[in-house]
């Protein structure tokens, strides 16, 4: 599973998830109507379905497919209760509650998120699940206009964050998540609870510890943001040097995500086309070329 989720990482959901898809169909779902030796095993291939199962989701929906994504989501927590694995299913709550964030729909995020922190998903998680689990929370909040709890959540992300350290074995599916990550998801939540400035520092946090050719899709999107951001704060001409970089990052990427923001860059620099401002009709035609190679 982690070779087709640094795949992701690197190139997008719209880069093969028809082989994971493949894989689930005409191998996983065969060992499922097989016999196990003893209940730790049959738990355990539960536990790889549904993790293959959220990876086909997780996919989709940063491809902008939401209905099969969804489906996929639906599906993998079915797995993961089987398997009786809380830490997994708090997982995949909070890949649903990302997407119902990101899709305007705030309760039902916010619902999504609480249930990926309760009980035993988010006390048996390790401490860096446990950190991304929380700071998905504290987005929800955010995004749902309570900056408090919010602040209280991203304190507790970065207490979990801070407890990891390699005597403690963390599941392959969070390999993604680090200081990097963990910035980019604060600076969603403060960005969203108006605080432009602690927004963009955290950003800027995260453009510099991520790895970014490993994490390409994840770069684009954050420097898309901090462009963003910049943008807000009235420094266009800053604005179109950060998202020169992030469209130069996204290269080949399929990704949803990667396509927004290259839509908004381009709609926020068109009124300002011309020489007044350094970088907006480069920026304007970057993000042009990048959408038509997208065929979008």
């Known amino acids: 599973m982690v070779f087709f989720s640094q795949i992701d990482q690197r190139r997008g959901g719209g880069h093969g998830r028809s082989a994971v898809v493949q894989y689930l169909s005409e191998e996983v779902v065969a060992y499922l109507h097989g016999s196990y030796p003893d209940d730790r095993v049959r ?18 929906f940063d491809n902008d497919e939401h209905y099969t994504a969804q489906r996929y989501f639906g599906t993998a927590t079915k797995l993961a209760a089987e398997a009786d694995d809380e830490p997994l299913a708090g997982h995949i709550l909070r890949a649903m509650a990302h997407q119902a964030i ?4 705030h309760s039902d995020g916010l619902a999504l ?6 009980g035993g998903r988010y006390r048996t998680a390790t401490p860096k699940e446990r950190s991304l689990l929380m700071v998905v929370y504290a987005k929800a909040l955010s995004a749902a ?10 304190r507790a992300a970065e207490e979990d964050l801070t407890a990891a350290s390699d005597t403690v074995t963390e599941p392959a599916r969070v390999y ?9 998801e604060t600076g969603c939540a403060l960005r969203d609870s108006g605080d ?7 950003f800027e946090v995260s453009v510099r510890k991520r790895k970014a050719s490993a ?5 684009a999107v954050t420097l898309g943001y901090l462009g963003s951001i910049q943008a807000r704060q009235g420094d266009l001409e800053q604005a179109c040097a950060t998202w020169s970089s992030a469209l130069s990052a996204m290269g080949t990427v399929q990704s949803g995500r990667t396509r927004r923001v290259a839509r908004d860059i381009r709609a926020t620099v068109a009124p300002h086309l011309g020489p007044a401002v350094a970088g907006v009709s480069e920026v304007h035609q970057q993000a042009t070329e990048y959408l038509a190679a997208q065929q979008i």
């Open 176 to 184: 993604f998540f680090s200081e990097a990550s963990l910035a980019h």
């Open 145 to 154: 206009n309570n900056s408090r709890a919010a602040a209280t959540a991203l």
């Open 196 to 202: 432009l400035r602690g927004a963009a520092a955290q």
């Open 102 to 105: 990101d899709l305007g729909h």
């Open 215 to 219: 994490f390409a899709r994840t770069h």
């Open 113 to 118: 998120a609480e249930a990926s922190v309760s």
């Open 43 to 60: 738990r355990d291939m539960f536990s790889a379905a549904a993790e293959m199962a959220y990876l086909a989701g997780w996919m989709a």
